[in-house]
């Protein structure tokens, strides 16, 4: 399901929520600053992964 940007996501899908307060600092900061490039757990998974890809 699609929504209109990452607090909407958040609000409606509380296992997108856990998963997001779960990820690091940095993660969280960098999606919060662009929260309409995320509209559903699908896109917020793989925006987590590309930023930490270069953690492991």
């Known amino acids: 399901m ?3 940007d990452l607090n909407a996501l ?3 899908q ?3 929520a856990a998963y997001f307060r779960s990820l690091p600092d940095y ?3 960098q999606i ?3 929260p309409g490039g995320v509209n559903s ?3 917020l ?3 987590a992964e590309n930023l ?3 953690d492991g």
Do not use: I, Q, W
Request: hydrophobic content about 25%; overall charge positive.
């Open 52 to 54: 930490t890809r270069g």
């Open 27 to 29: 993660v969280r900061e």
């Open 14 to 16: 509380p296992e997108a």
């Open 45 to 47: 998974k793989d925006y």
């Open 32 to 34: 919060n600053s662009r």
């Open 2 to 4: 699609k929504y209109p």
């Open 10 to 12: 958040l609000a409606a």
């Open 41 to 43: 757990f699908e896109s």
